[in-house]
């Protein structure tokens, strides 16, 4: 899977959160949340580490996070990222400004697991972004090494099981045989169809054949 964590936060209040795999991912995006600076000031930032990065996305005092794998690039992250604000906000409105740690983690924690597996697996999520067009925002993402913001004392090793890469190439491959079946299934259909419409030719041709011919004058 692309994306494995991603997390909703008032400044260092995490407001929902979901991991896609067993990870300490948690442990280390709330220690990015104490380390950003916390002014109001809209930012886009990446911070790597090891084989995955960071991505944090903070609009009007709100900061949508998620943990990628490397290889997923900035496109689809900030995407996920934008999408997961945007639908936040249209959900919660001005809640989002008092609302207490992880007062909306049971209902929006179902929506970060449906938007992660949409953004991680789905070819349409990255289709649509491409015809948007890369997003101005993302082009000027700074990436840092996580180092750089967490003091090395500090810095935690991430842990992620390995199980994730399983889940999601299962994913693909269950996609692409359901695929087969149906291309498969169909060529079944149009071959059986045209056999029975050989057989009803023949049949016809047989049968003025016989009604036809002068052993039965009967039949004209």
């Known amino acids: 899977m692309a994306i494995l964590y991603a997390l909703v936060a008032r400044g260092t209040v995490v407001l929902a959160e979901f991991t896609a795999t067993s990870t300490n991912a ?19 930032v990446s911070y790597s580490q090891d084989r995955y990065v960071f991505h944090v ?5 709100l900061t949508v996070l998620c943990m990628a794998e490397e290889t997923a690039g900035r496109r689809i992250p900030f995407a996920f990222l934008e999408d ?3 639908r936040f906000v249209r959900t919660y409105g001005r809640a989002v400004h008092t609302a207490q740690a992880y007062a ?3 209902e929006f924690s179902r929506v970060l697991s449906q938007q992660i597996e949409y953004y991680s ?14 997003m101005s925002q993302v082009r000027d993402v700074m990436i840092e090494n996580i180092d750089k913001v967490l003091d090395r004392g500090e810095r935690l090793e991430l842990l992620v099981d390995k199980t994730a890469n399983m ?8 996609k692409q045989a359901r695929r ?5 299934w169909w060529r079944n259909c149009k071959l059986t169809f045209l056999l029975i419409l050989v057989l009803l030719v023949i049949i ?11 052993l039965l004058p009967s039949c004209i």
Do not use: W
């Open 84 to 86: 997961i604000h945007q």
């Open 104 to 106: 909306m983690n049971d």
């Open 121 to 134: 697996n789905d070819p349409n999520a990255d289709r649509i972004n491409r015809i948007k067009g890369e």
């Open 180 to 184: 087969f079946r149906s291309t498969v």
């Open 26 to 44: 948690s442990t280390i995006a709330k220690q990015i949340l104490e380390k950003v600076p916390g002014n109001n000031n809209d930012s886009n």
């Open 204 to 214: 016809y041709i047989a049968v003025a054949f016989v009604c036809h011919g002068p």
């Open 167 to 174: 889940q999601g190439n299962t994913f693909r491959f269950r």
């Open 57 to 61: 996305k903070r609009t009007d005092g």
